[in-house]
């Protein structure tokens, strides 16, 4: 027996764990050690969870419950209490020694699931325990919610009807099945709109609701009737085609655990420890299969912010964070207040706006940072003006040593984005939108992801219409409306009936050129089995025509080829990451995408968004235009407290994505949508303190008698709500012809190469020493003639 007191044993370990995670605030800290029970961690915008959650799972990895057990293991020898006094004292650093000494109950690593929202958040996760812990890292399951139940339901989901091999359908797809579920029920389009409909079935799938349950709590509304039937329709379909949607994949699973206690019990034992980061975006769905899985061990760690609750079109309840005490009886409550991100005076103007919601918690973030720059408001003339604000502010800032990556433009709605886009189009500044067309998106890529998912699955009847005559193969919209009938009535596959049209009358006249698709696919499922992803891509596009399909095009083909040389890229990727990856494998990561995962943060470009997409993401400086009421917040959200709580948090988001300056911009007049409105300045802007903000106004012109009648006055900067005067003259006109040598402010000197007359200015193409070849337009980008 040693000698020494389970009190003295107790500080000791403490104090060496206190060492192993020195890095880290107490309160993080303090969330590393909790290991036992729920445990809900109120992570502040930049408060470092993502580094918590790495260290908590590194914790167990590696010490287990050693934080929380309490007593002197009998077997434990002076001579490792010498060590532990050592490493508690600093004069020694060998962690795995420690970790014998002092571990208790340590789960393998593939007994811990960590869930996270999207798939590069996952990569983070997997990177960081890796340079951690090793090889043992690969064991531990990071993952998204989708990408784990798809784990789940490949192994598993054959007692609910479903192959293994089942195909996952994305929105287009979807919206296809609910088009033609509808034209079979004569189900006018115009009434019900198909997206809405498809809208109405996710959000009944969020909320666990088939079709049978949808109808029952219609309580006679004929509209939810109808959609009731439709989804009925829509789902038949599905199962037919062995295909699931991306909301099937939480419902199905929390089905199977429902349903079969068995399941649930052997990933309940596999499982023991769990984590759940942006709980805030969490569904009924997603709060049902976490209740599931934690059942047993109660071991669920959940991280999160109520204040950056904003998914609550997407389903997401908030109601999931703020309950979470009462869901779960005797969680431990750890607040994450301390901020790494922000200047204090960004952070003062959000806990100021955060401030008025009732729905919330509540928590002051606070930095160790400097105070930083007061925010500046900038009130243009209209949205031409703002647009100009934004890009000199950006050129200004490039001159002064940022570059264009440090910036990102976030706004409330999509359409905002066009004359900011202009503008840095005129300017010659680089940019990037997020959240426009994505890659998978691309009508070149379905059309090869359909032929792939054929492969795969023949009985994707969805992507099989899609791609049977594409490129024309003498197979027309009659044929497979024909097949597509003899499938219904004989409840087997369309690909089945296209296989023997020549048993069909109906067929026959097309038996050549369906038999010669089905022969093509069948051999390509045999290249599937024996060649590498790339190679069967190509095999695909010699073997479809459709290289020589996209070749006829010209320069659009040429550029659709690129975009499938780039999906090549893809699949050469995943093969090398994928040592036993299948083509089923491939098709389940392309389904499970999302559009940041495809977002290279690395190029230098200013990136514009909307507030909803940056959230996760920080910038340097950050502009947050259009800050007016009826635009955000949104005219849609006026006459509703929750709604407008639910922009306010959408505010905080927004103004927590600045790390050094934040910008504030608003147009006193401003055309949207076909129609010129003067809005109020945004309430969120009103509940911001004024000592905070930096206004500029440049509405306020006045005019007056000069001896230089080109010149106008007006006001510029200001330190508060005033104006002070000044005097700018008015650009005059430059004359330039290619060969010329031009100035400019952020891409120094350069040689001019075109010069094309344009809408009262001139368009200018000319290679520069920084920037290479740029197109801008002269005046708007202030070109000076040398």
């Known amino acids: 027996m040693v000698n020494i007191t389970s009190q003295e044993y107790q500080t000791l370990k403490q104090a060496a764990l206190k060492r192993v995670f020195a890095r880290m605030n107490d309160r993080q800290r303090e969330a590393v050690l909790q290991t036992d029970g729920p445990v809900l961690i109120l992570a502040g915008a930049g408060s470092g969870k993502t580094t918590v959650l790495v260290n908590r799972v590194a914790n ?103 192959g293994k091999s089942f195909t996952i359908y994305d929105t287009d797809d979807s919206l296809r099945v609910v088009k033609d579920a509808m034209k079979s029920l004569n189900v006018d389009d115009r009434t019900f709109p198909p997206k809405s409909v498809l809208s109405v079935i996710g959000r009944a799938k969020d909320e666990l609701l088939g079709p049978e349950q949808l109808a029952e709590g219609s309580n006679g509304d004929y509209r939810m009737g109808v959609i009731a039937k439709i989804y009925r329709s829509y789902q038949n379909t599905l199962k037919s085609a062995n295909a699931v949607d991306f909301d099937d994949i939480i419902l199905l699973t929390v089905r199977l655990f429902q349903q079969y206690p068995d399941v649930l019990e052997h990933y309940q034992n596999r499982y023991k420890y769990i984590m759940v980061d942006e709980y805030q975006d969490t569904n009924h769905a997603q709060y049902q299969l976490v209740s599931l899985l934690a059942g047993r061990h109660k071991n669920l760690c959940v991280v999160g912010d109520d204040d950056q609750s904003i998914y609550k079109f997407r389903g997401a309840t908030i109601e999931n964070i703020l309950s979470f005490e009462n869901q779960f009886p005797g969680a431990k409550v750890i607040r994450l207040e301390q901020n790494y991100r922000c200047t204090q005076r960004i952070l003062d103007a959000a806990n100021a706006v955060i401030a008025h919601n009732t729905e919330r918690k509540g928590k002051t973030l606070w930095t160790q940072n400097d105070s930083g720059e007061q925010v500046q408001l900038y009130r243009a003339a209209d949205e031409q003006g703002e647009a100009r604000f934004i890009v000199d502010t950006v050129l200004k800032n490039v001159e002064n040593g940022a570059k264009y990556k440090d910036h990102a433009v ?101 038996t050549k050129p369906l038999g010669e698709f089905v022969q093509m696919i069948l051999e390509l499922q045999k290249t599937a089995e024996d060649e590498p992803l790339s190679t069967l891509l190509d095999e695909v596009m010699s073997r479809t025509g459709y290289h020589l399909y996209l070749l006829a095009q010209g320069f659009e083909g040429q550029t659709r080829l690129e975009n499938i040389e780039e999906l090549k890229s893809t699949m050469v990727k995943f093969e090398e990451e994928n040592e036993d990856g299948d083509l089923s494998q491939f098709l389940e990561e392309v389904a499970l995408y999302t559009d940041m995962d495809r977002t290279d943060l690395d190029d230098d470009t200013v990136l514009m968004m909307t507030m909803h997409s940056a959230k996760g993401l920080e910038f340097p400086y950050v502009f947050l235009a259009g800050a007016e009421e009826g635009i955000f917040p949104g005219r849609m959200s006026m006459n509703s407290p929750s709604e407008i709580e639910e922009e306010r948090r959408l505010a905080y988001v927004g103004i927590t994505r600045a790390k050094k300056r934040l910008y504030l911009t608003t147009a006193a007049q401003r055309l949207l949508f076909g129609q010129t409105t003067r809005n109020r300045l945004s309430r969120f802007v009103g509940e911001i303190p004024k000592e905070l903000l930096d206004v500029e106004d440049a509405t306020v012109v006045q005019h007056r008698v000069s001896a230089y009648p080109q010149q106008e006055s007006r006001a510029i900067r200001t330190g508060g709500l005033s104006s002070v005067e000044a005097t700018q003259p008015v650009a005059a006109k430059i004359d330039l012809k290619p060969g010329d040598l031009v100035a400019h402010k952020v891409f120094g000197e350069g040689m001019v190469l075109s010069v094309t007359p344009m809408a009262n200015d001139l368009l200018v193409e000319a290679a520069f020493e920084r920037g290479g070849t740029k197109k801008l337009m002269a005046n708007f980008a202030k070109l000076k003639k040398l």
């Open 60 to 162: 167990l990895v590696r010490f287990g419950r050693a934080a929380s057990t309490e007593g002197v293991p009998s077997w434990l020898t002076e001579e490792n209490i010498a060590y532990l006094r050592d490493f508690a004292a600093g004069s020694q650093t060998d962690e795995e020694r420690l970790a014998e000494i002092i571990s208790e109950d340590r789960p393998k690593p593939w007994n811990i699931l960590a869930i996270t929202f999207t798939n590069k958040a996952a990569g983070e996760l997997k990177e960081r325990l890796a340079a951690m812990l090793g090889d043992s890292a690969n064991d531990v399951m990071a993952a998204t919610f989708h990408s784990a139940c798809v784990r789940i339901l490949r192994r598993e989901i054959e007692p609910l009807g479903y």
């Open 410 to 510: 976030l706004y409330r709605m999509n359409a905002q984005s066009n004359m900011i886009e202009r503008a840095f189009v005129k300017a010659g500044v680089p940019y990037k939108i997020i959240g426009g067309l994505r890659f998978f998106e691309r009508k070149e890529i379905r059309d090869m992801v359909a032929y792939l998912s054929v492969i795969n699955n023949p009985s994707d009847s969805v992507r099989l219409k899609r791609i049977i005559n594409e490129p024309k193969r003498g197979i027309g919209d009659s044929t497979v409306a024909a097949a597509e009938q003899i499938s219904a009535q004989l409840g087997i596959p369309l690909f089945e009936v296209i296989a023997n049209a020549e048993s069909y009358a109906a067929m026959q006249k097309k």
